[in-house]
């Protein structure tokens, strides 16, 4: 009797559908390329959805947007890694927020900022604060 092979629930027609994985990084040697020129270095974003290449320090306070729902303040929990983000490749960051809950999110993909004067006033505009 022939028993077919079991499919990999990852891969769909040959194509890999498993989760972008996270890599370490050195961060003192990570190249931010294009995002590491000055224009960027000192622009801030128009829109609270902008993807804004950003260094984090662990500690720092930081807005994170979460899927769906509003946006939560929240605290750099530990060293970034290195992922692909909407931009390329780019530096996703640990952050706790809530009560518990803790996820790595990328500032290229728009989902993490900074809490800056700036970012509290676009909250302001748009309801959140």
Known sequence: MYKAPKKDSRS????????NPLRYVNIKEW?????????????QPDT???????RFEIGDSVWIHSTGYDWYQGKISGQAKAARTKMGDGLF?????????RRYAAPLNGELKPDTPRVRKMLEEAGVL
Do not use: C, H, Q
């Open 12 to 19: 769909i027609m040959g194509t890999d559908r498993r989760p």
């Open 93 to 101: 960051w640990p952050v706790t927020y809530g009560r518990n809950k």
């Open 31 to 43: 190249d931010d390329g294009a995002y590491g020129d000055v224009s960027f270095k000192e622009s």
């Open 48 to 54: 609270l959805e902008e993807p804004w290449p950003y």
